[in-house]
């Protein structure tokens, strides 16, 4: 029964208590938006102002946006790669910010194939933490009852490495959960989870993904959620299940834990748990084995609400798979947030995925905007503006001033301006800049893109054959899904048939060859993560691609104008493609990855 409280926000009557506190505080932040903005870029500023970078501009000690904002560059990862090269390597001197650099956290976007290192402190956790606590109440003004179950996420930590001076470097949400703010988090009614600490944090993703799916499935009456962080990792977990179910089923029918669960903590962990139950062995062997997986979520745990993922920019593509296998459950997209910087949440989450929108919290960066149209120009100081100051329906770039020492840093994600909640902005994420494909936490754009296709084209010059044109698809539905690339070749004279350059061995070499050009987000996706699967190249016919500009004239495209899309999505363009195809081929090995990272 919802709690009518002083406290009560616009937002609508708590649900509980505990959850009035959060929701004032919501209300509070984005009703003082600007004043909020102002007192945190004035701190930021006044900590850092005995930073190297803050002292190469002469910033003085002034903590004024105007002032900062005349002499402070907006600039990209590659500006600022000096500095964060210098502190990789050990310089512990202030070079960004005052207080020291405690770790990096590695971004799924990359520089030079690498990927980014974004410096963060101690403090930032706390930060991280305070968006969490604000989920729940939100969800908990749409969706009732959630304190009566359990949350089946399936969440896993990633590979770290350590910097030449030191420093740790991995994901942020590696960081979190091996965080003591996640490990030893108090007791939430709310926030109940399937899956133990020991699966969530064990390194072997076959080993976690195992322990998880498992606890999963002797809980399943309790589940009242599933969730991961992107729809792809969801989907990755059915898949799973399809291919583990029988041991999975055998394991729970004599109470004993598969022997390829070899670490000991989780072994002692879920061995305390598993008991022979031939009953539910029974019920999952008979559900799994069924031809037609359609609505598999609901059956197998059938008091689901909804499944929290991200389904917003490249993960839409993902949301009709999504819907088959739970029987078109409500998709809950919660909240915003990369490496860089935790940025806000949705305060309607049970909204359609077309309509997410994402309110920016103004306690958590200084945040400016560069209004799109001013984005591909060659201004080296353009215009940028105010939280409070977007224009409905107008696009941005973000960007963000943190306490880390981010100033003036350009995300690279593109937001189009929704609304209002009280005075802070609410954003539809439209895409990342300058992204091509996507299938998981990966990004490649079209100069990777290019790059890959000519390290590719090398293995075809022994043939006198070359790549006349390309175009790709991120084909998400295989799971996992993975990178599909139409190739139009041609012969030169004295050259071997279509048939020589097309066959099997050299077209292979050629996918593999691809995939050890792309950056190293997506070879980890590939090799260690079983996040992406592996490249495909489908070779079309002779004049394809002249058919694919007519179709795109017919269409009204000027034909002066008109460029070979890099990426296309609308399907009569991919029957087109399709329907010219004269051989297909796949990488025949996993490229080369290691969890290094370069100073």
């Not at 049970?350 to 929108?357: A, F, I, L, T």
């Not at 189009?416 to 800049?433: C, D, E, S």
């Not at 054959?465 to 004279?493: C, D, N, Q, R």
């Amino acid at each position: 029964m919802a709690v009518h409280s002083s406290l009560s926000s616009p937002l609508g009557p708590p649900a509980c208590e505990r959850d009035s506190k959060p929701l004032q505080f919501i209300d509070e932040m984005t009703r003082n938006a600007h004043a909020v903005q102002h007192t945190l870029l004035s701190e930021i500023l006044s900590r850092n102002a005995s930073t190297e970078y803050l002292r190469r501009y002469s910033l003085d000690g002034a903590t004024d946006p105007q002032t900062f904002k005349a002499k402070l560059p907006v600039i990209t990862y590659e500006d600022l790669q000096p500095e964060i090269q210098r502190i990789a390597s050990g310089d512990r001197s202030p070079i960004l910010s005052s207080h020291p650099i405690s770790e990096f956290l590695t971004s799924s976007g990359t520089s030079a194939g690498e990927r980014k290192l974004m410096p963060t402190i101690k403090e930032e956790l706390d930060r991280r933490q305070l968006l969490y606590s604000l989920l729940m109440p939100v969800m908990n003004l749409y969706v009732p009852g959630l304190d009566k179950g359990k949350g089946l996420y399936f969440l896993f930590v990633k590979s770290e490495t350590r910097t030449p001076g030191g420093l740790l470097a991995r994901p942020v949400l590696t960081s979190y959960y091996k965080s003591d703010h996640f490990k030893t988090r108090p007791y939430d009614p709310f926030m109940v989870y399937t899956s133990p600490n020991e699966a969530i944090l064990c390194p072997d993703s076959f080993q976690s993904m195992y322990t998880q799916m498992l606890c999963g499935l002797l809980q399943r009456n309790q589940v009242l959620r599933l969730g991961a962080v992107f729809a792809s990792g969801l989907l990755r977990a059915i898949r799973f299940l399809q291919l583990n179910w029988h041991d999975l089923a055998t394991d729970i029918r004599n109470g004993t834990l598969n022997s390829r669960i070899t670490d000991p903590s989780l072994r002692d962990c879920i061995q305390k748990i598993l008991k022979p139950d031939a009953q539910l062995a029974d019920f999952v062997s008979d559900e799994c084995s069924k031809e037609e997986w359609e609505g598999i979520v609901t059956r197998i745990w059938p008091k689901t609400k909804y499944l929290d993922v991200i389904v917003t920019g490249a993960m839409a593509q993902y949301i009709p798979t999504l819907d088959f296998y739970s029987g078109g459950l409500p998709l809950a997209c919660t909240m915003y947030a990369s490496s860089e910087c935790y940025f806000g949440l949705n305060l309607n989450p049970m909204c359609k995925p077309s309509e997410v929108s994402y309110t920016i919290m103004p306690n958590m960066a200084y945040f400016e905007f560069l209004p799109l149209e001013q984005n591909s120009g060659s201004d080296s100081s353009p215009k940028l503006v105010d939280l409070v100051d977007v224009e409905m329906g107008k696009e941005y770039e973000l960007v963000i001033t943190t306490y880390a020492g981010l100033y003036r840093y350009r995300v690279g994600d593109i937001l189009r301006v929704t609304g209002f909640h009280n005075a802070a902005p609410q954003f539809h994420f439209v895409r990342r800049k300058n992204v091509v494909l996507s299938i998981d936490s990966d990004k490649t754009d079209e100069a990777e893109l290019q790059k890959a296709v000519e390290k590719a084209s090398e293995v075809l010059k022994q043939w006198k054959a070359s790549v006349v044109e390309y175009t790709s698809y991120a084909e998400t539905k295989t799971i996992p899904g993975h990178y599909v690339i139409y190739w139009e070749l041609m012969v030169k004279e004295g050259g071997e048939e279509a048939g020589k350059w097309g066959r099997k061995e050299v077209m292979e070499e050629c996918c593999l060859r691809m995939e050890e050009s792309m950056n190293s987000v997506y070879r980890q996706g590939r090799v260690a993560d079983n996040s992406i699967g592996a490249l495909e190249i489908r070779v079309v016919k002779s004049g394809t691609f002249e058919e694919l500009m007519d179709y795109a004239i017919s269409r009204g495209a000027s034909i002066n104008q008109y460029k070979v899309p890099r990426c296309v999505n609308f399907t009569p363009i991919m029957e087109l493609l399709d329907s010219r195809v004269v051989s297909t081929h796949f990488s025949p090995a996993l490229p080369h990855w290691t969890p290094t990272t370069k100073s």
